[in-house]
């Protein structure tokens, strides 16, 4: 029998729950993210999105675009919060559940017997009902498939993709659609006249393996209709971690500096909501011409707190010399553990 996955995605997450808090946001364009000139956004109301702005986009070039958006710093606990109880109805159905972060999750609802939209159907609307949130929901026969399908008609939107349509429902869907292709590869298919999954699909599986590396062969069979990956419920997290590709290249360091001091915020949320604490912090760059770097630094005591790690991450930054512009930034807490230590950090101990 084949298995019957979903994939769950909460609408513009952080901005629907801004705008479920005080109804007066809305159809209003709402962007939550740092409200300074240098941070960038979280997420977007879709009204915002008409005026051409997205997650991810430096909030400068958000008020270029929308300069009458309502600019919303983030209330990450009270996401958090909206997110467990969402999780909770999904509980309900299923306890096959991958969650991949707050706001999107795999269920494995194959031991059901059930029909598979109304399935879907009876969750989106325990979901509207109880909380008062739209979702959507892709729904297929494998991991792959079924985020693709969740995408398909947002917002609020509800797609199964069966054996029967495939490949050929996926033919018209523009490369990027397809996990696994990003920005650098997409651009060089472009080049050799590749701009649809059919024009993919066309390529012998050598051109995969040459263009996409290890996952050269996975692309290959997932636009297939094949995707063998199962649902994951437990899975010991390594770390976390926040990571931006501009859509235009950033040269400023203080800009710079701006989005990685919101990221200590948003994975200091994440770590004191799991309970958990980190020694080791990374901060990754790209340059302009695709050169990956890396820093890190690990210490001797374990933490969770946004002071302590905007201290340490603000040491491996000024160590950095940013030469060229840069077209992405991260920054990972790893060396996870649930275990608290108490002993205080002088500047860190670094």
Not at 21 to 39: C, F, M, W, Y
Not at 104 to 116: G, K, M, T, V
Not at 119 to 126: E, L, P, Q, Y
Not at 271 to 280: A, C, D, E, H, V
Request: hydrophobic fraction near 35%; proline fraction near 3%.
């Amino acid at each position: 029998m084949d298995r019957i996955i979903l994939h769950v995605d909460m609408d513009a997450f952080f901005a629907e729950v801004e705008v479920m808090d005080n109804p007066a946001l809305k159809n209003k364009p709402v962007i939550v993210g740092g409200t300074s000139s240098r941070g960038v956004a979280a997420t977007c109301s879709y009204e915002a999105r008409t005026f051409g702005v997205h997650s991810a986009m430096p909030i400068f070039k958000a008020r270029a675009l929308c300069p009458k958006g309502i600019y919303i710093r983030p209330r990450h606990w009270r996401y958090k919060e909206i997110s467990d109880e969402i999780f909770k109805i999904l509980y309900r159905y299923t306890e096959l559940i991958e969650p991949l972060s707050i706001d999107e999750a795999y269920l494995d609802i194959s031991h059901l017997h059930e029909n598979p939209i109304e399935v879907a159907t009876r969750i989106k609307n325990d979901i509207k009902d109880e909380i008062g949130l739209n979702i959507s929901i892709g729904i297929s026969y494998n991991k792959f498939l079924a985020k693709l399908a969740s995408d398909w008609n947002k917002p609020n939107g509800l797609k199964i993709i069966r054996k029967e349509d495939m490949p050929e429902i996926l033919f018209p869907l523009k490369i990027r659609k397809v996990y696994g292709i990003g920005a650098k590869s997409a651009e060089k298919l472009f080049k050799i006249g590749v701009q649809t999954v059919e024009d993919l699909y066309n390529l012998p599986i050598e051109l995969y393996k040459n263009y996409f590396g290890k996952w050269g062969e996975d692309i290959y069979w997932r636009i297939r209709g094949r995707d063998e990956r199962t649902v994951i419920t437990k899975r010991e997290r390594k770390s976390y971690g926040k990571e931006t590709t501009f859509t235009e290249d950033i040269s400023e360091k203080a800009e710079l500096w701006e989005i990685i001091s919101q990221y200590c915020d948003e994975i200091a949320f994440m770590l004191k909501s799991k309970r958990l604490y980190g020694k080791t912090i990374t901060i990754k760059y790209k340059t302009r011409n695709f050169e990956t770097h890396t820093r890190s630094k690990t210490i001797d005591v374990y933490f969770n707190e946004s002071d302590e790690i905007k201290e340490i991450s603000r040491e491996i930054f000024n160590s950095i010399e940013f030469n060229e512009a840069i077209r992405l930034i991260g920054l990972t807490v790893s060396n996870l553990s649930n275990k608290k230590n108490y002993e205080q950090l002088n500047f860190f101990n670094i």
